[in-house]
């Protein structure tokens, strides 16, 4: 298709904005032992998983050559079944591009491991991401801030579970509800003075209506070390939380979609949350994905609310790519952040990820070329707003 070509040499001359990983410092990636999975790790494992592969695997990251080695031996039967999907694309794509590999197999998982090892040395992240032209990344990682001016801090979600809440109530046995939400803004003052440009919650917290007199009953069963579910106060502090990043200018990114129990993760729970906070601007995670349609009206309702592809692209290509070609029809897309690659590993699996989304954004406007409901100029005008403009208003970067 002769558009999509045009498209997809255009959107390769454009700065990237990455609007959501979670990777950690090159500091800390210089001090790892890298192999194949550090790829599978994010997320082919779990498709690996779901094909057979044993549990105690799944996050076992190897050490050495031998645990390399014998974890790709034990990996292998179940490596052909996920091969050819969307989490597998983005992986295949990199190892090509980067170390000239087009099938992993048994006879050459250690020359891999080597060349990562002798590659990841101080510089290794720019190398990569100037390849990229990736100008920032929205990260969300304890670690931060980075030295590299490329991070931005965005703050990473707290649970608060009763792990979480201990340093707390160890500090303060005395406390009150009030007391701990003056910590939770202190909490995040901390994180806007490191750089903090957003903070994440889930939906899977903000399902119901939040309830202060049961959040109040709940943290004094957690004090008197009561057994209690935490349900109505973690909804209360995510809810508080979403006020604050109104307050403080804050972007609130919403995590949406695939992930564990679908009917907990599901976009439309968001529309009355959006009610209640009509001055926060928020950044709805992962195109809601399998909910796309429902994900698509809560952007399409309200102008405080963007939507971002971050993770979709790798999740599922096609459905992606149908869902953007319905999103073009009602979405002003001044409200679409086209790419985040949601990854905790290798650089290189950044660029893969990038490849991948960029093929699908252009694809999806080639499709409205071809229709003859856009020209070539306008699908330029809309690369640019997903892949950078867009992202850098929002962020305010």
């Known amino acids: 298709m002769k558009q999509f070509s045009q498209l997809l040499e255009y959107v390769n001359t454009l700065e990237i904005i990455d609007a959501h990983e979670h990777l950690i410092g090159e500091k800390a990636h210089l001090g790892r032992y890298l192999s194949f999975y550090d790829f599978f790790a994010s997320y082919l494992q779990w498709d690996l998983y779901s094909a057979g592969m044993p549990k105690e695997l799944v996050w076992n990251y190897p050490k050495d050559d031998a645990e390399a080695l014998d974890h790709f031996q034990r990996i292998q039967p179940y490596w052909k079944y996920v091969q050819h999907g969307s989490y597998a694309r983005s992986i295949r794509l990199a190892l090509e591009h980067f170390y000239g590999i087009k099938e992993l197999r048994e006879d050459n998982i250690l020359e891999l491991s080597a060349t990562m090892n002798r590659n990841n040395q101080t510089g290794y992240y720019d190398r990569i991401f100037n390849q990229a032209k990736i100008k920032y990344i929205i990260n969300q990682s304890p670690e931060h801030p980075f030295d590299d001016p490329r991070f931005i801090y965005g703050k990473p979600v707290n649970f608060y ?47 119901k209506a939040p309830n202060q007199e049961a959040a109040r009953a709940e943290f004094n069963a957690l004090k008197a070390k009561k057994e209690t579910s935490l349900e109505a106060f973690q ?13 403080y200018n804050l972007v ?11 009917n907990k993760q599901n976009p439309e729970v968001m529309f009355p949350v959006v009610e209640r906070h009509p001055d926060t601007i928020f950044d709805i995670y992962h195109m809601g994905i399998p909910f796309v349609r429902s994900c698509g009206f809560l952007g399409k309702s309200y102008p405080n609310v963007n939507l971002n592809l971050c993770w979709s692209h790798a999740v ?19 409200k679409i952040i086209g790419f985040g690659g949601d990854l905790i590993t290798v650089p290189e699996h950044v660029w893969g990820m990038l490849e991948v989304a960029k093929e699908n954004l252009c694809k999806a406007l080639a499709i409205r070329i071809e229709r003859e409901r856009l020209d070539v100029d306008g699908a330029k005008e809309i690369l640019k707003l997903w892949l950078h403009d867009n992202p850098m208003r929002i962020y305010k970067l």
Not at 190 to 206: N, P, Q, R
Not at 252 to 260: E, L, M, Q, S
Not at 317 to 332: G, H
């Open 161 to 207: 579970n009763p792990a979480d809440l201990e340093p707390f109530l160890t500090a303060q046995p005395n406390a009150n509800l009030e007391d701990y939400l003056v910590h939770l803004e202190t909490e995040l003052q901390e994180a806007i003075a490191k750089g903090a440009k957003s903070a994440k919650v889930f939906s899977v917290f903000l399902m």
């Open 235 to 247: 909804t209360f502090i995510f809810d508080q939380t979403i006020s604050l990043c109104a307050k």
């Open 252 to 262: 609130a990114a919403v995590h949406t979609g695939v992930w564990t129990d679908l």
């Open 316 to 334: 599922s290509e096609r459905m992606t790519l149908n869902a953007l070609d319905e999103w073009l029809d009602f979405i002003p897309v001044n």
